[in-house]
């Protein structure tokens, strides 16, 4: 069946540092991605969405690249911030969206 | 503000005690759509409902029900709550649940967090 995969569950990062959290999905036909950011306590935000006619997009502090080639998205936050620490998901669409089990980014001073 | 609603946010219950989590938004959104989420599992579909009426099963029905009398509302029923569905649930809304764009993107609620004894 489908699948959405995040290569890392944890990743620590000084604050300041960019990171880079990395995803895998299995199926090709997948044409629309999407990152969600899930603080401690609260329910999935949505922070950036990619088209599969794109390769790269970007927004504030966060840009998302997306190979289709070898089925991997990443997303990218610049100048990590303490406020940026949760659990990141990502998650791909083809009939419905199938979620990533999530990253848990740590930012230390 | 444009928010989805969940209550009870914390639930303790015992196990064949029937309840029903209820989830509300605001934002006139056709589609909703229950998950459960579990450590390691991610985000998993319970059931979804593309407008009024309209419902279906999504990865895990087993044991759920739920109703979309009303646009703005999709309550989540255990008939007979078994420990196995211990977890914390989300409630999400889009405006649309089948299409490429940002009408897919899903906005979740603040979770429910059930334990079943």
């Known amino acids: 069946g489908e699948s959405v995969g995040l290569h890392l569950p944890t990743l620590s990062v000084q604050e300041g540092d960019n990171s880079i959290i990395n995803c895998a999905y299995s199926?090709?036909?997948?044409?629309?991605f999407i990152w969600y950011k899930q603080e401690s306590g609260k329910g999935p935000q949505f922070i950036i969405d990619i088209r599969s006619n794109m390769d790269k997009r970007q927004g504030q502090r966060v840009t998302v690249l997306l190979n289709k080639t070898v089925k991997h998205l990443s997303l990218q936050i610049a100048a990590t911030q303490p406020g940026d620490s949760a659990v990141y998901f990502c998650?791909?669409?083809?009939?419905?969206?199938?979620f990533g089990a999530g990253t848990r980014l740590a930012v230390h001073p | 503000e444009a928010q989805v609603t969940q209550n009870p946010r914390y639930l303790i219950t015992v196990t064949g005690k029937k309840l029903t989590v209820t989830c509300s938004q605001n934002m006139n959104h056709e589609y909703m759509s229950w998950y459960r989420q579990d450590p390691g599992l991610g985000l998993r579909q319970i059931y979804y409902s593309m407008n009024v009426e309209v419902t279906d099963k999504g990865d895990v029905p087993e044991g759920y029900k739920v109703s979309r009398k009303e646009k703005r509302n999709f309550p989540l029923i255990l008939e007979s709550p078994s420990p196995n569905q211990t977890s914390l649930y989300f409630c999400a809304s889009s405006f649309r649940g089948h299409l490429t764009t940002g009408e897919n993107i899903q906005y979740f609620g603040a979770g429910t967090r059930l334990s079943v004894l």
């Open positions: 998650a791909a669409f083809y009939n419905k969206l199938i």
């Open positions: 199926n090709s036909a997948s044409d629309y």
